[in-house]
């Protein structure tokens, strides 16, 4: 089969079934990287020794992700029907938004920042609240911990072009990254903010959550300095604005919220509050995956009542959100107005409990996974029986074996629990990991592989041709949820959108 040389090109279409792709420095996602594979239908084969050694420079460590922006959206789309089944929403919870500052200035499209330029860059768009155009449930995107790893910014853009209507990130300094990108979305700050942190979230444009009744005097004293500076606190009509924000109440998973007993003090607090409003209200599912036990129907009752508490003192609980993946999977009952996408956008259904549970949800939502991780073979070595491979001799050969080194290890994303535990994929058979896997190595046994050559690709996660190993293969297989093995991916490792 021919090859043929392609130069300078950006992955993203350039890959045909035989081409030899060489991408340059700074070629792909700005990254300093050279490296060249060949892919033979959809299957990753070896060059030869001689042309890989030629084509490997200082900089081109050959280990990288191909991340599918491609397979992200298209999970998107999946879930945005899924949610609005008959493509409206069921607004089972009854959104009743107060708006406030930035909610009714962004409805409007007018600004709340009043000072020309200032700020101009972060200003978010509308997000969608009672009395305007819907289209159904809202898409909350997770996108904290950098994207599960996976990079933020990139898929941000992505799913902000795509139309995702929040995105959801852990603390001011996501936030910031993802506005001085160019997200103009709303951005809510899932897990509360640690005193001092709410001046930055609210110069940013970040929506905070508030976890404890006393949040609620820190954000209104950080939002009167805010508001009170320039024209800012003034709508173009000259209305009060109010910051924005999320209440997160704890209804079993008992890390963050505020408990059920404290909604009275929390609304005798807010009444005090002059310079912030309650758009949103939320809880956190422990066990969305779990059908056996009652753990997820409990958290979704107790949430109820307190919603109706709520009302009752007053107080409109705004945008109502409680569903990660599993429940957007799985439990309708619990969309209410907005759904929080985290593992399933990225491609990876959980495990489900019973079993059977996770092939029903896979035939409802056949998400694509969005992670190929892949490395060369940059190491072959004949090893006789009996001869120990790697730290701690954990692997003793028990036959004449051929052991190949991969260029990636626990930095890079190959976790140590997988020390002699699992497969990788090289001319799309499966090949185990043997011995510990250290920091930046990892050794295979490749025995097997007929015509095993140096330079050949490993896929550590991800399609090689008709076979594939997925992140939520592996998950189980160690004892971990897919979400701690995308997180784990090493900021070494050179990542191509594709
Ligand atoms: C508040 C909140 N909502 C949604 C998610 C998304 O969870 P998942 O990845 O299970 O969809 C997370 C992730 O931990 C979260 O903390």
């Known amino acids: 089969m021919g090859l043929r040389h392609t130069g300078c090109k950006s992955l993203s279409g350039a890959v045909s079934r035989t081409e030899l792709v060489c991408l340059p420095k700074g070629c792909a996602a700005g990254v300093a990287v050279d490296f060249c594979w060949v892919r033979r239908g959809e299957a990753w084969h070896s060059k030869t020794p001689r042309e890989m050694t030629k084509s490997i420079h200082a900089g081109g460590r050959p280990v990288w992700a191909e991340i599918s922006l491609k397979a992200i959206l298209r999970n998107l789309e999946i879930i945005r029907k899924h949610v609005n089944p008959g493509g409206r929403a069921g607004r089972e919870f009854a959104s009743e938004v107060g708006g406030g500052f930035l909610a009714n200035e962004m409805r409007t499209g007018k600004s709340a920042c009043a000072t020309e330029g200032e700020g101009q860059n972060r200003r978010p768009e509308a997000s969608g609240t009672k009395g305007e155009k819907q289209n159904g449930r809202m898409i909350l995107a997770v996108v904290k911990s950098n994207a599960y790893g996976l990079g933020a910014v990139p898929i941000s853009k992505a799913l902000q072009k795509a139309g995702t209507d929040w995105f959801g990130v852990t603390c001011a300094n996501e936030g910031i990254e993802l506005r001085e990108s160019g997200i103009r979305k709303r951005i809510l700050v899932l897990t509360g903010f640690w ?16 976890t404890r009744v006393d949040d609620l005097r820190h954000l209104e004293r950080a939002a009167k300095a805010f508001l009170g500076k320039s024209a800012r606190g003034k709508s173009a009509r000259g209305k009060s604005l109010r910051v924005p924000f999320h209440l997160k109440i704890n209804t079993g998973m008992n890390r963050l919220g505020i408990s059920p007993p404290d909604v009275e003090a929390f609304a005798s607090t807010l009444a005090e509050c002059s310079h912030i409003e309650l758009e949103g209200t939320f809880t956190h599912f422990a066990s969305a995956e779990d059908f056996i036990g009652g753990q997820t129907v409990t958290q979704e009752e107790l949430f109820r009542s307190c919603l109706e508490r709520l009302r009752a003192l007053g107080v409109a609980p705004g945008i109502v959100h409680l569903a990660n993946s599993g429940a957007i999977c799985a439990r309708p009952e619990t969309w209410a107005d907005m759904v929080r996408p985290g593992a399933i956008l990225y491609g990876y259904h959980q495990s489900f409990d019973p079993p059977e549970k996770r092939s029903e949800v896979m035939a409802k939502l056949p998400l694509e996974p969005c992670l190929s991780l892949r490395a060369r073979i940059i190491s072959l070595r004949d090893v006789p029986p009996g001869e120990a491979v790697g730290y701690s001799a954990r692997f003793v050969t028990e036959r004449p074996s051929k052991i190949g080194v991969i260029n990636a290890g626990y930095a890079d994303g190959v976790v140590r629990a997988r020390t002699n535990r699992g497969c990788t994929l090289v001319r799309e058979r499966r090949v185990p990991l043997v011995g510990t896997i250290s920091m930046d190595l990892t050794t295979l046994d490749v025995t097997d592989v007929p015509g095993v050559a140096l330079g050949d690709v490993v896929t550590i996660y991800g399609k090689d041709g008709k076979s594939a190993i997925e992140v939520s293969d592996v ?16 900021r070494r490792v050179p990542k191509y959108y594709v």
Do not use: H, M
């Not at 005193?195 to 508030?210: A, F, I």
């Not at 998950?475 to 090493?490: K, M, N, Q, R, Y």
């Open 195 to 210: 005193p001092g942190e709410e001046k930055r979230l609210l110069e940013n444009y970040l929506t905070p959550t508030v």
């Open 475 to 490: 998950a189980p297989e160690i004892g971990t949820v897919t979400s701690d093995l995308l997180c784990a991916l090493g």
